[in-house]
């Protein structure tokens, strides 16, 4: 619950800050709403800003691990070069 105390470290201050975590698998929760916060994936930290229909999932949903790269453009450049 480590990310929880940061949330509320950054409620006393009353400032916008990113909030920057590891923990993929946190639920959102309603006092998350309105905050930024960079979830890990795997590589770096991609800033999320949360909302309320977002509440009742886990962060990581938001951000993904997977980069999908078409084999298509690849083909198609080979062609080119013929």
Known sequence: HH???K???VNMKEEKETIVT???ASSILPTMVGH???IHNGKEHIPIYITNPMVG???GEFVPTRHFTSYENARKDTK???
Do not use: D, N, V
Request: glycine residues 0%.
């Open 7 to 9: 949330i509320e470290k």
């Open 80 to 82: 080119s070069r013929r």
């Open 36 to 38: 930024t916060i960079a």
């Open 22 to 24: 590891w923990s993929r």
């Open 57 to 59: 999932h886990k962060l």
């Open 3 to 5: 990310l929880l105390a």
